[in-house]
């Protein structure tokens, strides 16, 4: 199957487009002089994220305070993508066109050598997630687009849904979140792509539910829409996101926060959230802190658009 990348039209919106990641829009962080090897990792574990830093998009990894940078892949003049750091934290799964077509390639989590596992469906931007086992993939990709899981070996690869992209794995494996429609809704399935439905029985925000994401424990699933415009403020230009979370059967946290921006991912223990703020085109990275004032959190040393993936890998 041929791949491309689905883009998502939210043509009845004031506002851009929700965003769709885009290796040419990746991270570009500030220079550094000779970057330190990562040793063992630390007990907040490692974040796993894309740069453009030299021309093209490769991956890069630090620790959760923006310390010890260290490149992971050096490929000139093609594409590394689309990290996912495996449930134990010793592996990532990614997208690379290395090969001439996109695929997808697993290495070790202080990379070296990379496996290719398929390239049945693989579009160069996606969202790879794992099962909660290790054992298996999902992903996105196709046009139109589809979500398609597969064995870290490669085999068994097949498509589960159509009209699909962003599918998140549930920590317990028995579901998949993704998102569906031209504007697009969370939604969620069995893993094995039976009982496609709704997800959110409630819902804050505005426009399109983006970006689910499963809590580690399963409890909690984090998604973003778009924040209402504030009055007289011009929609199309200033456009921003906010963060939500919702219990696990879909229904409203209401002690949970509303935070401003997009969300990016979990820590590994479920205390901390990284966000995209800021605008779309100038979109910084943040750790926040999930309790009550949700404050903004330490932002990191990675200036990307709001499309760039990232992964927190467990330590």
């Not at 923006?66 to 993508?81: F, P, V």
Request: include cysteine; charge should be negative; charged fraction near 20%.
């Amino acid at each position: 199957m041929q791949c491309t990348a689905l883009l998502i039209l939210a043509a009845s919106l004031d506002g851009p487009a929700p965003p769709a990641p885009s290796a040419t829009e990746a991270a570009s962080t500030p220079p550094a002089a000779t970057q330190p090897a990562m040793t063992a990792p630390v007990a907040a574990g490692y974040i796993v994220f894309v740069s453009t830093r030299d021309g093209d998009a490769e991956l890069f990894r630090m620790l959760p305070d923006g310390g010890a940078l260290t490149q992971l892949t050096i490929n000139r003049e093609l594409l590394d993508t689309s990290p996912a750091c495996s449930p134990d934290g010793t592996r990532i799964a990614f997208v690379s066109d290395r090969e001439g077509r996109p695929a997808i390639f697993i290495m070790k989590a202080d990379g070296g050598e990379a496996a290719k596992v398929t390239e049945f469906g693989v579009a160069e931007n996606t969202r790879i997630t794992w099962s909660p086992d290790g054992g298996r993939l999902a992903y996105h990709g196709g046009e139109p687009s589809c979500i398609f899981t597969c064995n870290v070996d490669g085999s068994e690869a097949r498509e589960i849904a159509r009209e699909a992209m962003w599918p998140a794995w549930s920590p317990d494996g028995k579901c998949i979140l993704f998102n569906r429609g031209q504007i697009p809704q969370l939604s969620i399935m069995d893993a094995d792509g039976g009982k496609q439905r709704r997800f959110l029985k409630t819902r804050r925000g505005f426009g399109p539910t983006l970006a689910g994401l499963w809590s580690p424990d399963g409890k909690r699933v984090m998604y973003s829409t778009m924040a209402v415009p504030k009055p007289g403020a011009d929609a199309g230009k200033q456009m921003t996101y906010e963060t939500h979370f919702a219990a696990a059967d879909g229904s409203d946290d209401p002690a949970s926060p509303t935070i401003d921006g997009y969300a990016a991912g979990w820590s590994p223990d479920g205390t901390r959230v990284l966000v995209w703020k800021g605008s779309r085109d100038n979109a910084q990275l943040h750790v926040v802190t999930l309790d009550k004032s949700a404050e903004a959190g330490a932002k990191l040393p990675v200036d990307q658009k709001m499309s760039g993936a990232v992964s927190w890998g467990r330590p």
